[in-house]
């Protein structure tokens, strides 16, 4: 089944939406990396790199389903940041709305009836509440900790973020 413009046009969003998040979490990784805070840099490069091959995931998706794939310019990403904190509020705010979007394009594909598209997105969907979930228990880490404010609750906690696998 070949998709509708209107899907075609909503994957490509998505598509160009994820690696704008890659991007925005490789500008994330280099602030972390400018504050000597290896852990936290890395933790975002996996970001980075998992973000990719989302965007990946939606492109061969649509080159499957005999789609044209439209990659868009990126806007610049925000590289500057007053606290850890921020950071990661800033991740979350994205996070939401990558879950706004993947569900815009499930909303969309449903009542177009698209049900292998149906399928492709229920990854995404479980995905994305794992996404949020794991940002905001780091937020709410930072937060117990006070890790702004307490240089060894910083390390600390750095050094933890480190400890993350690339999945």
């Known amino acids: ?16 939406m994820e690696l704008g998040a890659a991007y ?13 805070l290896e852990g936290f840099a890395k933790w975002m490069d996996n ?6 091959e989302h965007s990946r995931k939606f492109y061969d998706y649509l080159l499957s389903r005999n789609g044209k794939v439209v990659l868009e310019a990126l806007g610049k990403p925000k590289g500057n ?7 990661f509020e800033d991740s979350l705010k994205h996070e939401q709305s990558v879950t706004k979007s993947i569900e815009a394009i499930y909303e969309n594909v449903r009542k177009e009836k ?21 940002v905001q228990k780091i937020i709410d880490k930072i937060t117990l900790l ?14 933890e973020m480190g400890e993350r696998t690339e999945e």
């Open 1 to 16: 089944m070949k998709l509708t413009k209107k899907t075609e046009k909503l994957l490509n969003d998505q598509v160009n």
């Open 24 to 36: 925005q979490y490789q500008a994330m990784a280099a602030y972390f990396e400018s504050l000597g």
């Open 47 to 52: 970001q980075a790199k998992e973000e990719i």
């Open 81 to 87: 940041f007053k606290t850890v904190k921020e950071v």
């Open 114 to 134: 698209d049900y292998g598209a149906e399928v492709f997105l229920n990854w995404f969907v479980s995905e994305q509440e794992e996404e949020e979930e794991t």
């Open 146 to 159: 006070n890790v702004d404010k307490d240089s060894v609750a910083l390390y600390m906690f750095d050094k």
